[in-house]
């Protein structure tokens, strides 16, 4: 069945006191492999400040480093050797201190041979993401690799780090190839490290090889699944 974390059949839902997700700065993260069947998750829900980035200079509690290494999503904190498929996220609203995703957060270390897996996973118009750094699948990655398949993100996004440090569908990337394979996100633009490999990814800018498409081509007759 889908999954409520909160009620969020009334509209106002954010304001009437609903559970808060947790968050995650380092340590071990989700290793495994995590197949949603298909169900919704709805209801996520996280409301804390996301630090400033004021020219060169980083603000917040303390003296920041340029990396905000907090994690916020359904997996905050993720393993570059985890596989997610077919979770769709809806009607979520997570602002972070740090990376921001609405599947995962933070990506960190991993070697040659890992990649980490998304697979027919979706976030739509309903989630809101707000963090230093933002992506509407993954916040940030470190890793070695990334597989995008069959995978989209429309969610509504913004972020108060640097303007690269928000993307459609990985919010930053270091030292880390992608692989994109039937995958679309409307309104940001797509940054990637080092694309290895792409095939139908939609996205709102001319790189890559990249199709232009806004959101009117994604309804109707002029979606592309």
Known sequence: NDIYVNDTTNS???????????TLAGGIGFAGNFDGAGYK???????????????????????????VNVGTALFPYIDPAAQIRNVHIR???????????AIAGNCMNGDANTRLQFIACSVDESVTLKGFTVGGILGASHSRGVDLTYCYSTAKMSNTGPSNRL???????WSAKVSALETYTTDYQVTFGS???????????????????NKADMIGSKAKA
């Open 12 to 22: 106002n839902w954010m304001n009437n006191n609903p559970a808060e997700w947790y």
């Open 41 to 67: 998750i709805y209801g996520l829900y996280k409301n804390d400040t996301p630090k400033q980035y004021l020219g060169d200079k980083y603000t917040g509690p303390g003296k920041e480093a340029e990396w």
């Open 91 to 101: 009607d979520s609203y997570l602002v972070g201190e740090g990376t921001v995703g």
């Open 167 to 173: 993307s459609g569908l990985i919010g930053d990337i």
């Open 195 to 213: 694309l290895v490999n792409t095939t139908a990814l939609y996205a709102p800018v001319e790189q890559f090889g990249v199709t232009v498409l």
